[in-house]
């Protein structure tokens, strides 16, 4: 899992109630992302964020909010508009070399969060 | 736009058997392709991934993968699956030119690999 860390590893809400997912990196990347895992469906990406103080909708970023401050955070917002938001989430990054994002993507632990 | 695909929901091999893990592709200029794998309740790791060059690229744990542009394929295999090896593996692609990195994965493959 490198040096990114996503905390809590488990994390349990009401619904109705915002939370949010920690990601922290220590690679000194400037890339970062949010995925969104479900049984069966491969990873979907939420949020992209290429450099600080700029992110980018991915391809469900409904009912998510994101925040970029820092180079080494990117912290996502669960809101009570996701209406099915009981998932694993994964928080990844990826250098940046010659102004363009590298290659592959390095990932985070992950953190489930269980709505009920 | 780009697509992955990944066929086998699930591969079963016996230990010592080669394995193979197919994945195929669709992307409107070259493609970049990468593999990695996931074990239970655990973030995803990179295996390998090809770029250009050579079109059998070698990743770690003794995993390899051969680039067929014209089948548009990028199938992971292993000359001697271990019991260690059984994970979840995923195969993903990026189009040369995605200038945010966007990764699309495939549905995953689950691997079992018995004694």
């Known amino acids: 899992d490198g040096g990114i860390t996503q905390s809590p590893k488990y994390l349990f809400r009401k619904e109705g109630q915002n939370v949010t997912l920690s990601c922290e990196q220590n690679?000194?990347?400037?890339?970062m992302y949010w995925y969104r895992q479900d049984p069966g469906q491969g990873l979907r990406l939420i949020y992209y964020s290429q450099i600080v103080n700029d992110f980018q909708k991915g391809d469900i970023a409904e009912g998510y909010s994101v925040s970029r401050e820092k180079k080494e955070s990117f912290p996502l917002t669960v809101t009570s508009a996701q209406k099915n938001p009981t998932a694993f989430y994964l928080c990844?990054?990826?250098?940046?070399?010659?102004?363009?994002?590298?290659?592959?993507?390095?990932f985070g632990p992950g953190t489930r969060l269980t709505v009920t | 736009a780009q697509s992955v695909a990944q066929p086998e929901d699930q591969v079963n091999v016996a230990e010592g058997n080669p394995l193979t893990v197919k994945c195929t592709y669709s992307?409107?200029?070259?493609?970049?392709l990468f593999w990695y794998v996931q074990y239970p309740n655990r973030g995803l790791q990179f295996l390998l991934k090809?770029?250009?060059?050579?079109?059998l690229v070698k990743g770690s744990y003794g995993f390899e993968a051969e680039f067929n542009k014209s089948q548009t394929s990028f199938h992971l295999k292993k000359p001697s699956a271990l019991v260690s090896d059984s994970a979840l593996y995923f195969c993903?692609?990026?189009?040369?030119?995605?200038?945010?990195?966007?990764?699309?994965f495939g549905g995953g493959t689950r691997l079992m690999v018995k004694p």
């Open positions: 690679l000194n990347h400037d890339a």
């Open positions: 993903a692609v990026r189009e040369s030119d995605n200038a945010g990195n966007m990764l699309t």
């Open positions: 090809y770029i250009t060059g050579d079109n």
């Open positions: 992307v409107s200029g070259n493609p970049y």
């Open positions: 990844a990054s990826s250098p940046r070399r010659r102004g363009k994002p590298d290659y592959e993507q390095y």
